[in-house]
T-cell receptor, first 114, second 116 residues
């Protein structure tokens, strides 16, 4: 079962533009994480936002969380060709103290054209 | 890739054969996970383990088996019962137990399995 669903499935932008990806989820969560995957590689953690936070920044990354809408967005500013990758959101499956692993969405494939 | 190694990087198997994918971590993490990823798709959980000699099925455990005899090792066997095993397999670990959702998952580089 997949808790998060990213939108769009694929995104193509020019270098220097901003890229926005969205994630919607179904049940209450404690935290939401974003990961990046370069083609044919493992995932790398980017940022974690807690359910009581609304916005978080890390370098060129900005993540927002709207628990009332059960959605999050990842913004990459001033994109570079090296940002080309797939981006996944991941949530815990239950809102309480559930003892289960993170659940990943299907990802957004970002292509940044130089 | 965060102290997790997977081998081999590419693996070819004939139909009807079992094959074992290796996953080792030197992070002293308690929990380890196996995911399957198909082209253009997300990650689906196969099995996970929170402590030595214990593991739980994920969403798609049928046709797979695992063992956790050592904290640092979590091999995955793809059996002949798995009907469509061609995929990219990712191993991951977390410092704490599964469900400690503030924990970051560290991933290995993956093994691409192709059934001929």
């Amino acid at each position: 079962s997949q808790q998060g669903e990213e939108d769009p499935q694929a995104l193509s932008i020019q270098e220097g533009e901003n890229a926005t990806m969205n994630c919607s989820y179904k049940t209450s969560i404690n935290n939401l994480q974003w990961y990046r995957q370069n083609s044919g590689r493992g995932l790398v953690h980017l940022i974690l936002i807690r359910s009581n936070e609304r916005e978080k920044h890390s370098g060129r990354l900005r993540v927002t969380l709207d628990t009332s809408k059960k959605s999050s967005s990842l913004l990459i500013t001033a994109s570079r060709a090296a940002d080309t990758a797939s981006y996944f959101c991941a949530t815990d499956a239950f809102g309480g103290s559930g003892n289960t692993p993170l659940v990943f969405g299907k990802g957004t494939r970002l292509s940044v054209i130089a | 890739d965060g102290g997790i190694t997977q081998s081999p990087k590419y693996l070819f198997r004939k139909e009807g054969q079992n094959v074992t994918l290796s996953c080792e971590q030197n992070l002293n993490h308690d929990a380890m996970y196996w995911y399957r990823q198909d082209p253009g798709q997300g990650l689906r959980l196969i099995y996970y383990s929170q402590i030595v000699n214990d593991f739980q099925k994920g969403d798609i455990a049928e046709g797979y088996s695992v063992s956790r005899e050592k904290k640092e090792s979590f091999p995955l066997t793809v059996t002949s019962a798995q009907k469509n095993p061609t995929a990219f397999y990712l191993c991951a670990s977390t410092r704490g137990l599964a469900g400690t959702s503030t924990d970051t998952q560290y991933f290995g580089p993956g093994t691409r399995l192709t059934v001929l």
